[in-house]
Nanobody
Framework: QVQLVESGGDLVQPGGSLRLSCVGS????????IAWYRQAPGKQRELVAG???????DYADSVKGRFTISRDNAKNTVYLQMNSLKPEDTAVYYC???????????????WGQGTQVTVSS
């Protein structure tokens, strides 16, 4: 199974910032479209942001203008810079792999532990 490792989650106050990291490996990572998803207790997992192998990005409307997804293929890492965090951003954040041209709704990697982001005063 394709596995990625998420890190960077923390407890932050509203308005704060966090940078999440998603680390994969080698060729599979570089040639894949990677997306961040999040899931809050009692809610469905939802797309946060995605980035293609060519660097094109998509964002959920709820995070547009606040979050930025990027990738550094030399480090086999995809980042999610989260600014102006709101309590509604509280969730476990996961990254996963998507096929080229398939959009973000059908990730095919395994779901890992994720990283907890808690936004609270």
């Amino acid at each position: 199974q394709v596995q990625l490792v998420e890190s960077g989650g923390d407890l932050v106050q509203p308005g704060g910032s966090l940078r999440l990291s998603c680390v994969g490996s080698g060729n599979i990572f570089r040639n894949s479209a990677i997306a961040w998803y999040r899931q809050a207790p009692g809610k469905q997992r939802e797309l946060v942001a995605g980035i293609t192998s060519g660097g094109s990005t998509d964002y959920a409307d709820s995070v547009k203008g606040r979050f930025t997804i990027s990738r550094d293929n030399a480090k086999n890492t995809v980042y999610l810079q989260m600014n102006s965090l709101k309590p509604e951003d509280t969730a476990v954040y996961y990254c996963n792999v998507n096929r080229k041209g398939a959009g973000w709704s059908r990730p095919f990697g395994s779901w890992g532990q994720g990283t907890q982001v808690t936004v609270s005063s």
